[in-house]
């Protein structure tokens, strides 16, 4: 009987197959599965990573087939928005200072709506400690955050286009860079990186949307607030000094952030009220 296509051939109970060196066929690590890879994982217990071989290819390439061919969500995206606004969307570059806990939660769920071109910056690699609320796998660890982001939007979008920026920006190039994006998310932990890119951003009249509070469980209701070209989601007062950061607080918050974006770029405005006695910056936490 013959296989059924792109099936492993340890599907259909084969114990002489060993992928990744286990004794008695046992298929490969799961998250290597999930992702597509065959040759099993090589695991360095000296730094507890898993990296997966071969690698997939980089975010964006064969961007020109990819535009001319449907995908999955493409097609599904057309049960939700006009062709106007997938337009708009796909059209939107959109800039994410920051891929841990915000930022990774926010491309995805922008992805998920329609926007295919991201710009990404951030240094920093993936740790366990992310796996709490960051959207990352065990798979990820040890991999710069750009990298396995990039991967992660480009499994669920072939279509995407990104600019991979593998360290944080800084103050002085800002102001030439800001006006590369249609909209940017400040999902960045050093305070003077945040103060740097708001202010940048009001200076520029550019879009621009942040966060503050969202530590802890329970709490205080979430809430939008917007002065200028500055939109701020979350509580506006925990702070992750006092309380640790929790998946599901981080992720609403992501989800506000995500929801105001896509009113901007939709509508023009997110519809809010501003912020009563100005900005307020102080305890933004990622």
């Known amino acids: 009987m013959d296989k059924e296509p792109n099936v492993l051939p340890w599907a259909h109970g084969a114990t002489d197959m060993t992928p990744d060196g286990t ?3 046992m298929p490969p690590d799961p998250y290597m599965l999930r992702r597509g890879n065959t040759d099993g994982p090589v695991h360095d217990p000296a730094v507890k990573t898993v990296r997966e071989l071969p690698r997939r290819k980089e975010a964006g390439a064969d961007s020109a087939e990819a535009e001319e061919n449907s995908t999955p969500l493409r ?3 057309k049960g939700f ?3 106007e606004q997938i337009g708009r969307l796909q059209s939107a570059q959109v800039g994410i200072v920051g891929c841990g806990g915000l930022g990774s939660n926010v491309a995805l769920m922008l992805a998920r ?3 295919e071109q991201f710009l990404l910056a951030d240094g920093d690699a993936v740790d366990v400690s992310n796996l709490t609320r960051q959207q990352y796998w065990p798979c990820h660890v040890g991999m710069p955050k750009v990298d396995a982001l990039s991967e992660l939007l480009t499994e669920l979008n072939p279509a995407v286009h990104i600019e991979p920026i593998r360290r944080m920006l800084t103050p002085e190039e800002l102001p030439s860079l800001l006006p590369v994006c249609t909209l940017w998310i400040e999902a960045v932990d050093a305070p003077e990186t945040k103060a740097a890119m708001t202010t940048a951003a009001l200076i520029a009249g550019r879009n621009i949307i942040s966060a503050s509070g969202m530590a802890g469980i ?3 209701g979430m809430q939008v607030k917007r002065v200028g070209s500055l ?8 702070d992750v000094a006092e309380a640790h950061p929790y998946a599901p607080r981080v992720a609403q918050a992501a989800a506000l952030m995500a929801d105001c974006a896509l009113q901007i770029l939709l509508d023009g405005t997110p519809g809010i009220p501003p912020l009563a006695g100005g900005a307020r910056t102080e305890g933004i936490t990622n």
């Open 113 to 115: 709506s329609g926007i």
């Open 23 to 25: 004794p008695g066929g």
């Open 75 to 77: 097609e599904a995206l």
């Open 231 to 238: 939109t701020l989601a979350g509580d506006l007062v925990s």
């Open 218 to 220: 329970g709490g205080p």
């Open 81 to 83: 928005f006009s062709s």
